[in-house]
């Protein structure tokens, strides 16, 4: 088990990995890959029981589904330095005839990747139907998944979120990456959405908060308590209140590196910022 | 000429709910799915079967695809179940991306198609169906033409991996395929030689061809009867055979001609063997309340359609 300092050792690779990437095409979502970066980094380091190889059924394991499938760079970092494929392939990522294609896909049958996502608001479904399976098959492993805040405008999330609790769907951890941010400003200038906690227990979810979202000892501590809540009758949500941009000073508390890639002279003051760890791709 | 018997008039959404009672006998690992509509889709059988293998969404379909999509991942077979609108056209880019996208194998299971729902109406009537599922890769779209095929069907689908878009709908209509016969996804079915005009039909049509052949029969003109069941994949090779003899062809379905059969068969002919074609078919119009019967009738569908076609394109030769 590796401890918290090789786990943040880890993060400040993974958002080199996420600046070189999408440095190299000029493109892709470097704000909130950023923001979820040690949330990964905890989740397939410490909170999942994975298996060694990948194989679609999943069964005997945790699964996790990205629905805001645009922080595909920091999934694809933290998939490599887990073993799912090599580190060098990030070096591929948006490119023609690559695995690692802008939005995550299994159409590239890319190990790691269970689902497509990209058009927003259809994770929580797709999450909640593993979660059913898990169920059938008498298999008491976990589905985790993750949600931009943004997102949950779509009306898909909340059908989802409305079924889960009427059928006790009690193995699902879904989190919310709070960032407060999307594409044309905050979300409170979009569209407001009120209290998302309210809003979860209202519709029957139990809710557990983690308001240090970029710091990975508040990560294990609150996911270690939505998982202490699963098995009870109702699905559990997670509220991830993270910074966008988090580890590189001029990308932070902006929505405006949602989906922009930094030029060369920003890439080295934001690698400058994140000093290599464990070796870059 | 070769005649079928007509066993006695049966809905084709029967036919897909003895197909799933029978899949839940046969397949544990078929799941069923239904928004709200368990009694107009026959999926009452299964569910009382089955509970723990029945999943009741209520009337949100957008989550019944994407729950399915999910289910898959563990090795279940999901059936989805409900009207054909709401199983295309208003779930589109959720089977574009988390069904077909993703190459999940997901059942859609759409019943009350086209015209046929009748009183209802255009909001609910779908003539363009067919054409969004043909489009979408990796889709396999199949629309049977009666009871017992669409029970045939339905079994067979547990059987092939991947995405299929399986059509059928509400009303009592002539049931004459053999029971004992099975389903084979992508093979048409050659039901009366002829030599004059080759008419290829799928779904409710296929029985209206029949009667058609009958009448073009009497008037000397031998018609080629094939039954289109799967749109996607097309059997290209029957229906270049059948044209190579009779030299002209008439499509029938109960569907928009956009994007429908008659454009698929005329994608093949074009490429291989340019040939004069008629389309029984809907001309870019939404439906309206009536019967059945008066509906196929006003918009042409019926077999007085398929034989003024096959008059009209004899006459292209």
Known sequence: MPNTQQLKDLTTQVRRDILRMVHKVNSGHPGGSLGCAEFFVALYSEIMDRKDHFDMDGIGEDLFFLSNGHISPVYYSVLARSGYFPVNELNTFRLINSRLQGHPTTHENLPGVRI???????????????????????????????????????????????????????????????????????????????SLKAKFEAFGWTVVEINEGNDIEAILKGMAEAKSKTGQGKPVCVLLKTVMGHGVDFMMHTHAWHGKAPNDEQLARGLEQNPETVGDY | MKTYTNTGNKDTRSGFGAGLTELGKTNENVVALCADLIGSLKMDDFKANHPERFFQVGIAEANMIG?????????????????????????????????????????????????????????????????????LPGMTV????????????????????????????????????????????????????????????????????????????????????????????????????????????????????????GESVARVLATNKPTPQEFVATNDTFGESGTPEQLMEKYGLNSDAIVKAAQTVIKRK
């Open chain 2, 67 to 135: 729950l399915a999509a999910g289910m898959t991942i563990g090795g279940k077979i999901p059936f989805t179940g409900t009207f054909a609108n709401f199983s295309t056209g208003r779930v589109y880019d959720q089977i574009r991306q988390s069904v077909a996208y993703s190459d999940k194998n997901v059942k859609i299971c759409a019943s009350h198609a086209g015209l046929t729902l009748g009183e209802d109406g255009a909001t609910h009537q779908i003539l363009e169906d067919i054409g969004l599922m043909k489009m």
């Open chain 2, 142 to 261: 199949i629309n049977p033409c009666d009871y017992n095929q669409t029970k045939a069907a339905t079994i067979a689908i547990a059987k092939h991996h991947g995405p299929v878009y399986l059509r059928f709908g509400r009303p009592k209509v002539a049931n004459f395929t053999p029971e004992e016969q099975t389903f084979e996804i992508g093979k048409a079915l050659h039901l009366i030689d002829g030599t004059d005009v080759t008419i290829v039909a799928t779904g409710h049509l296929v029985w209206e061809a029949l009667e058609a052949a009958k009448v073009l029969n009497a008037e000397g003109i031998s018609a080629e009867v094939i039954n289109i069941h799967t749109i996607k994949p097309l059997d290209n090779e029957a229906i270049i055979k059948s044209v190579s003899k009779t030299g002209c062809i008439v499509t029938a379905e109960e569907h928009n001609f956009l994007g429908g059969l």
């Open chain 1, 116 to 194: 497509a996502s990209g058009s927003l608001g259809q994770g929580m479904s797709v999450a909640l139907g593993a979660a059913q399976t898990k169920k059938l098959n008498k298999d008491s492993h976990l589905i985790y998944s993750l949600h931009g805040d943004g997102e949950l405008q779509e009306g898909q999330n909340w059908e989802a979120i409305m079924y889960a609790a009427g059928n006790k769907v009690d193995n699902i951890i879904a989190t919310v990456d709070l960032n407060g941010q999307q594409i044309d400003g905050s979300t409170d200038d979009v569209l407001p959405m009120g």
